[in-house]
């Protein structure tokens, strides 16, 4: 009989805005030799398309239209790390619509071989709930504030601290009590708290997690 091939290695990584997801599910992408796929970026994609249409994000039906229309080309455009997307990208994703135009491309994306990263804010619980490591990281909204401002001022955008944290908050807030896939941990995901950990220490703690739940497959 023909050796069958194994299932794709697919690692969820979810938290609030500036936990430190996308560094680390780049890393662990890169060490395990996987795809990376910021699902984010999807629906900034479609906040995008709305706001060059002159659309407005509150809409269900037209960030639905927007978001059926997304391809892999939009996720490359440097327009989408704007402030005012992010904003309206926090919007279209409470649309359950939305939501469910963009989950076969999540999860097609998940299931090629040799599998990949999907970081994000639903992924072990709606998107990959059958992934073989999940991880959910977590910290203050203080030191996520104080992340995301010296992101912005890298670029050249100039913010105060207290609306960016105003803003954390805001986000917080929408991502958890929307009735579409909120924000939540899955019941079987490795915590991490990385309000007192840099880059380095995180990864060191995710890739021993994911060595032990190989090992023990």
């Known amino acids: 009989m023909p050796r069958s091939e194994p299932a794709p290695l697919v690692i969820a990584v979810d938290g609030p805005a500036a936990a430190g997801k ?3 599910a780049r890393r662990l992408a890169a060490h395990y030799g996987l795809r990376h796929l910021d699902t984010g970026a999807l629906y900034r994609a479609t906040a995008l398309r709305l706001l060059r249409a002159n659309g ?3 809409h269900e ?4 239209a927007a978001a059926r229309n997304v391809t892999a080309a939009d996720l490359d455009d440097p327009a989408l790390r704007e402030e005012e997307v992010g ?8 649309h359950g619509a939305v939501r469910v135009a963009l989950l076969d491309y999540q999860r097609t994306f ?7 990263v999907l970081d994000g804010r639903d992924i072990g619980t709606v998107v990959c709930p059958e992934a073989q490591v999940k991880f ?5 909204a203080e030191v996520r504030a104080e992340r995301r401002l010296c992101e912005l001022r890298s670029r050249g955008v ?3 601290e207290s609306s960016v944290l105003e803003e954390i908050i805001a986000r ?9 896939a909120p924000l939540k941990p899955a019941a079987d995901a490795s915590r991490i708290d990385t309000t007192a950990l840099g880059p380095d220490e995180v990864f060191e703690q995710a890739v021993a997690t994911v060595d032990s739940r190989l090992s023990s497959t």
């Open 56 to 58: 407005d994000p509150a």
């Open 172 to 180: 917080d807030v929408r991502d958890s009590r929307r009735s579409a």
């Open 158 to 160: 100039e913010s105060i």
């Open 22 to 24: 996308g560094t680390l």
């Open 61 to 64: 039906a037209a960030a639905e």
């Open 136 to 140: 959910y990281l977590e910290a203050t």
């Open 110 to 116: 998940a299931a090629e071989p040799p599998g990949a």
């Open 87 to 94: 904003q309206a990208a926090s919007v279209v994703a409470t």
